[in-house]
């Protein structure tokens, strides 16, 4: 398997890794930053998170040269009560590698993919009950619509919606590309030469099937929590609707409350708990090169300076 971390190494570095320090990767993925933490930290722990079952088989054989790391099968938004259970109040850095890795997309049967041909699924956790069939084919018109509008930000989202109930009402839609044809029908020719005409659905019901914006929410408040004083949080994102939300948290917790802007104190409980180290850094021309998976990412990181 093939697998490339983006901006690995800036978010690395921008962890300012401290070599006994307790860090966590909240998406172990295949495991490209847990080894680079592991590498730094020689009497450090990591605890790293993931849901995919695949993932973490990978992932354990991978650093399976290291002893001082412990993999959570659990979505990341249980990172605090997880680590509760491992007695860790609070680390030292944190790190989110955002959305679909590259090798989901690549195992045709995972149904993420709209260039290859598997039955609709889309789930991170194969565990899980919501899968893009029953989104797809349970879904109300309405619904549909509202997360292609949402999650998508697709311009066709009540065309796609409308021919989807109509297909399915003949027979149901169980392929990827069953869902691609629908979706090439509701839209006009022109618009299917900007990227493929497919790719803003199936973000949207990927998003809806695992919940991804919900949870990225949740996990960030608490990883806010858990970082101790000088302790750091990347996150790396790969659309808008994540960066959004992780530009608005960081925005949150880096500044006073408006209500104080004109007042020469602040007290001490509205103080802001962390200070924004990066705004947004994104591949250069050399990973762009070797990995098109980057050209949609941005790396934001922040620094906790009280709890």
Do not use: W
């Not at 800036?10 to 933490?37: C, M, P, Q, R, W």
């Not at 030469?193 to 991804?212: C, L, M, S, Y």
């Amino acid at each position: 398997m093939k697998h490339k971390s983006v901006l690995l190494k800036e978010s690395i570095d921008f962890l300012n890794i401290k070599e006994d320090g307790v860090y966590v990767d909240a998406t172990l993925g295949f495991g490209g930053h847990s080894l680079e933490i592991l590498k730094r930290i020689n009497k450090g722990f990591l605890f790293a998170f993931d849901q995919d079952s695949e993932a973490i088989l990978y992932s354990s054989e991978r650093l399976k040269d290291f002893n001082n790391f412990k993999i959570i099968k659990s979505n990341f938004a249980n990172m605090k009560e997880c680590l509760t259970k491992e007695n860790i109040s609070k680390v030292d850095g944190i790190l989110f590698d955002i959305g679909v890795s590259s090798m989901q997309l690549d195992e045709d049967y995972r149904g993420f993919s709209y260039q290859k041909d598997a039955k609709l699924d889309m789930r991170m956790d194969t565990d899980s009950s919501l899968s893009a069939y029953e989104v797809v084919n349970n879904y109300s018109y309405h619904e549909l619509a509202r997360i292609l509008r949402e999650y998508g930000e697709e311009k066709y989202a009540n065309s796609i919606a409308n021919n989807i109930v109509k297909s399915r009402e003949i027979k149901k839609i169980e392929t990827t590309f069953e869902l691609v044809e629908i979706i090439k029908k509701s839209m006009p020719y022109k618009a299917q030469r900007d990227g493929h005409p497919a790719r803003k659905t199936f973000q949207a019901i990927r998003i809806e099937v695992n919940h991804e914006l919900d949870v990225l929410e949740v996990a960030l408040e608490q990883a806010i929590d858990l970082l101790k004083v000088g302790g750091r949080l990347c996150v790396i994102t790969f659309h808008s609707l994540e960066d959004r939300i992780v530009k608005n948290m960081f925005k949150k917790y880096s500044e006073a409350p408006s209500k104080f802007a004109k007042l020469p104190y602040v007290p001490d409980e509205y103080l802001p708990k962390v200070k924004i180290i990066s705004k947004g850094i994104t591949a250069n021309d050399m990973e762009l090169e070797e990995n098109n998976r980057a050209r949609s990412a941005r790396l934001r990181v922040i620094e906790k300076i009280k709890d």
